[in-house]
């Protein structure tokens, strides 16, 4: 994934480009930047954040960075922001989102005079280069970046600092958010809406899907009109956004509340269990919601170690981030032995971390565990965001259990009807999944209630991971 945070102010900026880019720490583990430009013209800063946290490795900037406006980004692949010269002058720029047709991108230009890309990551070329090498075949900024985002088949959110102020562009179909807030001092933009509030920003605007604006200190100016069409990323509210976020004016925390408490809605009178939980962090509000609704106590039969593993994210290498979850979650025994326990998680995806935490309740005491998921079954790998570096489909325990059933090539007829909780085929992956992973009951929640939770039009939402519509 990857957060972001940009600031102009009519005085220095470093102090809450540092600490708006820092509330952006949840959204990626790898890497993080900063580039300044003032009177010295541009300064930029990169850092490996794999090891420890933002603000330990960006903290002596702020003595050293000055400027009045700034861009800064968290990132899970590529170092950025890069600093590119070209014929639109000097810029800097970072980016969000997923390009899925890069090969062909890269050998088109390839084929032109004199191409060469100089940010190698993992020995692959940078995305956030390859988006500026796209900019840089038009003759303003503003076209390119509109050429950048048509060319590019996934999605693709663009900051981008010149001297003269700061665009923002949200990627085409608005699948990421772009906030904009105020004060006096100026304007910032930011990916989380919560990110500013401390630093005495309050709301301005939110831009629209394939809006472009450029940002000053003085003000925000739209360059490119909004469209009509947007399909935001439902999994923002599921996962991955912060519980104090909110993404089109809807609440983070609330919709987890009200997805817990449609999902004991569609327990009610199917089972009894003595209590609650929600694995930590993502799946807790969910458990609230729950736990609401039906009256059954909420506890907290494991609870995180923050000291060491404040962070919501992990390696993106998946066994490393197989074994950091099961060792940075502590089991409290007193609130597990010969108890029934309902266990809510945001989702599962591969199912190896909650089988293991089932297991280990098991071998704790405790008498039965119920999972409820608080998304439908995860049927298709994201074609728009970076969420993993997963190579195959047959990574989700879902589609391995579909194999299983049907044969390694499934017609998507085939996948719809899975997709479908009302039909047999449903319910039978269901129960694969559930005698795998040793779940005493499995029932997943329902998209039309996902939805329901949101409060948005379906149109307006991305679902292609639970039913493969685009």
Known sequence: MGGFFATALKEDCIFDLFFGTDYHS???TRRAGMTVYGREGFNRSIHSIENSPFRTKFQNEIGEMHGNMGI??????????LIVRSHHGTYSIMTIG????????????????????LEMSGGEINATELVSALINQKDNIVEGIQYAQQRIDGSMTILLLTPKGIYCARDLLGRTPLIIGMKEEGFCASFESFAYLNLGYRDYKELGPGEI?????????????????????????VYYGYPSSRYEGVS?????????????????????????????DSGTAHAVGYANASGVPFSRPFIKYTPTWPRSFMPPVQTKRDLIAKMKL???????????????????????????TTEYLFQSGAKEVHIRPACPPLLFGCKYLNFSRSTSEMELIARRIINREEGSVVERAVLDDYANPDSDRYHKMLDGI???LKFTTLKYNRLDDLIESVGIDKD???????????
């Not at 997923?98 to 090969?103: A, D, F, G, L, T």
């Not at 032995?337 to 909650?354: A, E, F, N, Y």
């Open 26 to 28: 949840h959204l990626g």
């Open 460 to 470: 307006k939402l991305c679902t292609y991971c639970w039913d493969g519509k685009e």
């Open 330 to 356: 502590i089991p409290v025994q007193e609130l597990i032995q010969d108890k029934r326990l309902l266990l809510i998680d945001d989702s599962i995806v591969r199912g190896t971390q909650l089988r293991e």
């Open 98 to 117: 997923k390009i899925n047709n890069m090969k062909a991108l890269v050998d088109e230009m390839f084929k032109g005079e004199h191409t060469h890309f």
């Open 72 to 81: 800064g980004c968290i990132s899970d692949f590529e170092p950025q922001p």
């Open 434 to 436: 559930c005698e795998q």
């Open 213 to 237: 604006a450029v940002m000053t200190p003085e003000e925000v100016t739209t360059l490119v009109q909004p469209g009509k069409k947007m399909k935001i990323c439902t999994f923002l509210w």
């Open 252 to 280: 983070v925390e609330e919709m987890r509340y009200k997805c817990g408490e449609l999902l004991a809605g569609r327990d009610k009178g199917d089972i009894e269990i003595d209590t609650v939980a929600g694995v930590p």
